[in-house]
């Protein structure tokens, strides 16, 4: 009988195929509560005809394939179910930055973190920024079409995507998409595999749209009694023709876990805007003192600004910090509405939680209407918290919004997803999704179970 890890190690040599249980262990989790099934073996390819060479015998041989990025999905997306993981990791190179047409070339597996910072020498910036940056890798926050704290002004990873070199499930290499700043070419199968969760292909590189980076003026703080109050911010602020670079909140909770930031809370803060703009500073000021805060802080200084930033990336973790117990996980939601519904989804939100009795902290990017959820659940409660996830869910769908806004379906979300789908009569979506399935991996091998069934 053929042997897989022999066959893997033909391919990408011995040393990129990890077998032993402590090497393979860290890849049975992302950064989600769900845990996988132990693959056989943990393959690490070096060039795009290694993928393909993997692909083909996994292929051939119907042996399912969990691609890996940074591994930091908080929907189980890239946990593996036995089958193969193939980490993407020695794909870290960037190849070619193009400023005049005004793209980067990255392979893969180079960090968003890294990527920027890369591109901050040429005074430009990859927009897309999930909080995760410095782990979170160039091929998976396009399969899981990352958002971010530049959201409100930049949209999320989909707008930015330009081109991508792929290995089809069955080894055959091609390119969507190219370095032009728009096409019209029939089926965008480049925006197809934007949040296709390693469902579909490996994306082995990916031709970037970059933007100058833009002049960070102003941060203002603005702290409000209640959770009430800030809901219509960014509805007003889009009145105004205001869209700042930069807009999350953070409820009382997600405020006593970053306390540790040094940054002073006037008394009864109960809520936290971070508002950064690069234009219009005093209208967005004047604005802003409109909505009845106890304080608005006008900040200028660029460290200031940045140690306000690290607050807001470092939350999740921070918060990780506020279990009672270590057992106890912190499960988070990812719902997104309209600005305007923002001010509802969220009072209704908060009474769920109330009714649920369990312990929820609620943050997010609030500019582009995204609403993470954290629930503290102990080891007897996740079915608790996931009755909470699609309550909360089915609040925001009814005002217009979605399941998911950021973080993808995985494991975690298909339910809500099916219900999102069902709640709008649109069972047929599904029905499609899994025909477009089909046509990509007729034998089901990548990144079988996820997003779809
Ligand atoms: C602390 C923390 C903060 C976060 N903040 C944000 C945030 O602000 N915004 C946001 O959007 N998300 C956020 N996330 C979620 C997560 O970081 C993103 O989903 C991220 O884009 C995943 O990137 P990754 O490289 O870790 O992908 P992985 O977790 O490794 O994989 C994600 C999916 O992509 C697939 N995949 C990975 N690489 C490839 C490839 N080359 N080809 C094909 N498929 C591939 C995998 O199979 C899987 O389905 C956060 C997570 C954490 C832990």
Not at 33 to 39: C, S, T, V
Not at 158 to 186: A, C, H, M, N
Request: glycine share 10%.
């Amino acid at each position: 009988m053929m042997s897989v890890t022999n066959e893997l190690a033909k391919i990408v040599g011995k040393e990129y195929v990890l077998t032993k249980y402590e090497d393979i262990v860290p890849y049975v989790k992302d950064a989600s509560y769900i845990e996988g099934k132990k693959p056989i073996a943990v393959v690490i390819p070096g060039s795009t005809s290694e993928v393909s060479k993997i692909l083909k015998l996994c292929y051939d041989n119907n042996i399912p394939v969990y691609v890996r990025g940074g591994g930091t999905s908080l929907t189980g997306s890239s946990v593996p179910e036995g089958g193969i993981v193939m980490s993407m990791l020695r794909f870290d190179k960037i190849l070619e930055v193009n400023i005049k047409d005004r793209y980067v070339i990255a392979e893969a597996g180079v960090r968003v973190g890294e990527l920027n910072a890369y591109l901050e020498r040429y005074g430009y910036m990859y927009p897309p920024d999930p909080a995760s940056d410095i782990a979170a890798t160039v091929g998976g926050s396009i399969n899981t079409n990352a958002g971010g704290v530049r959201g409100a002004k930049y949209g999320a990873t989909k707008e930015w995507v330009l081109g991508l070199e792929v290995v089809l499930p069955d080894g055959t290499v091609t390119q969507f998409g190219e370095k032009t700043l728009k096409r019209s070419e029939g089926y965008d199968l480049t925006a197809l595999m934007v949040g296709s969760e390693g469902t579909l292909a490996v994306i082995t590189k990916a031709i970037l749209k970059i933007a100058p980076l833009p002049k960070r003026d102003t941060m203002f703080l603005v702290f409000y009694d209640s959770y009430k109050k800030f809901g219509d911010v960014i509805g007003t602020l889009n009145e105004r023709g205001l869209i700042p670079l930069t807009a999350e909140f953070l409820d009382e909770i997600s405020m006593d876990a970053v306390k540790g930031y040094g940054i002073p809370y006037p008394d009864k803060a109960k809520a936290l805007l971070i508002i950064i703009t690069s234009e219009n500073s005093d209208e967005t000021l004047k604005a802003l003192k409109e909505t009845d805060p106890i304080e608005v802080r006008t900040i200028k200084d660029q460290a200031e600004m940045d140690n306000a930033m690290k607050l807001r990336k470092g939350l999740y973790s921070s918060l990780l910090l506020e279990r009672d117990k270590p057992e106890q996980k912190v499960i988070i939601g990812d719902i997104v509405v309209p600005p305007s519904k923002i001010s509802e989804t969220i009072d209704e939100i908060y009474r769920a939680i109330q009714s649920s009795g369990m312990k929820v902290s609620i943050f997010g990017h609030i500019g582009d209407g995204n609403v993470h959820l954290n629930i503290f659940t102990g080891p007897n409660e996740i079915d608790k918290a996931k009755e909470l996830l699609l309550e909360t869910a089915m609040i925001a769908v009814k005002h217009g919004g979605c399941v998911s806004a950021e973080h993808g379906i995985g494991l975690e979300k298909k339910e809500l997803l099916q219900k999102e789908f069902a709640y709008r009569g649109n069972q047929i979506n599904l029905e499609l999704m899994k025909k477009i399935k089909n046509v990509f991996d007729p034998r089901d091998i990548l990144n079988r179970g996820k997003l779809i069934e």
